[in-house]
């Protein structure tokens, strides 16, 4: 799977092997993750499809450093970047009381970047994402949209290895979602950075990413995983509409059937 | 009324029952209900405040009861704004103070005032002391509710965007707990008039609470008017400046 960007400007890479999550709750041992396998090449767009209650966003938070595994181990290969990853959470998780410049600025401030450098490097990432108008506005200023513009732009600017995104455009309405889709895949064109893309569609994934890692519930395992074999630069509203895109969807959804009656049938005996 | 606007009419309803019980009070005392050697009428008061104000006797007591209001009221909630910060963000700090909050809430400030006496002696100390004393309850106690229920979410976008402790003290903890911050000052602001009043009524020869116990005893009741009227003022006075203060402080926080 080639992308068409050059070996220099290429992201993190990961490896994950047999992690396993357990919480411990007051009705007992609740098992989040079991024997997640998964090797990300460094630049590689991948996303992780399920329902809720599968894990996803446990995996993607124990990536970012926020909740630890149980059993098993991850390796993270970010060296030349700043940072080994920044995250785009699902409601933007901008503060409120710091303005889009200031937010966008944090990740920056809290490693001691000096103020001028700091400055235009904000500057930079503020007109990737096309806000640089709306600098001095605060988050219950901005539409749904802009939030998460923002938000993109906090993690862009820390220049690290990976983006770990949760949902990021789920709570945005269709045309805005499409809009910054687009956005999203420009950029990562552009940058080479590794992504991870947490969705509960299929559709977006396939629309999205090189890969699509499909997981099941209860426990949280990966039941399958699917090259996505459209090339890059992407036009995402013609391959939406595109009968090659119609196919493959309607083949995950049959694998998904007949796997999801399987499982009906095993628990039914 | 029918010409004025809803918001014209609520004012002029807003002011009806103060003056209303102003105006039945002066008439009752004109009708000769009561003794107005005991119960002045407001026009009584009125006169004798511009007196007052002019001999210069009533910004003698106010400065002075100010003076010790504003000392007291910083003394006592920059400590209770830093140590609530502090609880919500760790444990052992939570649980090794609020035994002692648990306990020190519920005693009358005014109650310590003899053990601030001896502590402080007869001047401005003593006051200042009773003040930061009631004033910092309040505030802990709101400064901690505000950092406890700051949104999980925040603490999360900090700690990946490496965010260290201190940096989670000033720049999340700090400014997340604001609003509720500035609620507990409002309840502290009115907290240390509240205190200061009862404490200057013992042991001073200055303040607005000296003004009205003294007059009290000379039994100069309309003195004792103008001074419980000045607490309100002052009161309302400082109230009105803590929100404009508030105002521009926390500007995210939606019209």
């Known amino acids: 799977m080639e992308q068409p960007v050059t070996a220099a400007r290429r992201g993190a890479a990961v490896r994950i092997a047999a992690v396993r999550k357990e919480y411990v709750s007051a009705a007992g041992t609740v098992l989040a993750l079991s024997d997640i396998d998964l090797t990300i090449a460094a630049g590689e767009f991948v996303c992780i499809v399920g329902p809720s209650g599968c894990g996803k966003s446990t995996l993607l938070r124990i990536l970012a450093g926020l909740d630890r595994q149980t059993a098993g181990t991850i390796a993270v290969e970010a060296a030349g970047w700043e940072v080994e990853n920044a995250m785009v959470f699902q409601e933007s998780g901008l503060f409120p009381w710091m303005n889009v410049e200031t937010n966008v600025r944090f990740g920056l401030d809290t490693r001691g970047i000096p103020r001028a450098e700091a400055n235009g490097r904000v500057d930079e990432a503020l007109k990737l994402v096309g806000l640089s108008k709306f600098r001095k506005h605060y988050p219950h200023q901005l539409s749904g949209g802009m939030r998460q513009r923002s938000a993109i732009a906090r993690a862009f600017v820390t220049n690290p290895g990976m983006l770990l995104m949760d949902e990021p455009f789920a709570a945005l309405d269709a045309q805005n979602r499409v809009i910054l889709q687009a ?14 893309y947490i969705t509960h569609s299929i559709e977006e994934a396939l629309l999205l990413g090189n890969r699509t890692v499909i997981m099941t519930a209860q426990p949280g395992r990966i039941k399958t995983i699917i090259d996505v074999p459209f090339p890059h630069p992407r036009d995402l509203i013609q391959l939406s509409a595109s009968p090659e895109f119609g196919k493959l969807k309607l083949d995950i959804w049959r694998v998904l059937e007949e796997e999801v009656n399987r499982a009906r049938a095993e628990t039914e005996q | 009324m029918s010409g004025l606007s809803t918001k014209t009419r ?39 405040y511009w007196e007052m104000v002019m001999s210069g006797e009533l910004a003698e007591h106010t400065t002075v009861t100010l003076y010790r209001v504003f000392t007291g009221f910083f003394v006592g909630s920059i400590p209770g704004i830093v140590v609530g910060l502090l609880m919500a963000m760790f444990r052992p700090v939570r649980i090794f103070v609020d035994p002692l909050i648990a306990a020190l809430f519920p005693i009358p400030k005014i109650a310590l005032m003899p053990l601030l006496l001896l502590v402080f002696g007869f001047g401005d100390a003593s006051k200042i002391a009773v003040v930061a004393i009631a004033v910092f309850f309040p505030v802990i106690i709101n400064t901690y509710s505000g950092a406890a229920n700051i949104e999980k979410i925040y603490w999360d976008v900090a700690r990946n965007f490496g965010a260290s402790q201190s940096v989670m003290f000033r720049r999340i903890v700090f400014f997340g707990a604001l609003p509720m911050i500035f609620a507990g000052l409002r309840i502290a602001l009115a907290v240390s008039f509240i205190v200061l009043v009862a404490a200057e009524f013992v042991a001073t020869k200055s303040g607005i609470g000296y003004l009205i116990w003294n007059s009290w005893e000379l039994l100069q009741v309309d003195v004792m008017f103008v001074g419980i009227v000045t607490v309100g003022l002052l009161g309302l006075i400082a109230t009105v400046c803590l929100q404009e203060i508030e105002r521009k402080v926390i500007p995210w926080k939606a019209e």
């Open chain 1, 183 to 196: 956005e999203l895949v420009r950029l990562w064109e552009q940058t080479g950075k590794t992504v991870i």
């Open chain 2, 10 to 48: 609520e004012r002029l309803l807003y002011l009806i029952s103060p003056i209303g019980l102003l105006a039945l009070w002066q008439v009752l005392l004109m009708m000769g209900f009561g003794d107005r050697r005991f119960i002045p009428a407001p026009t009584d008061i009125a006169y004798r």
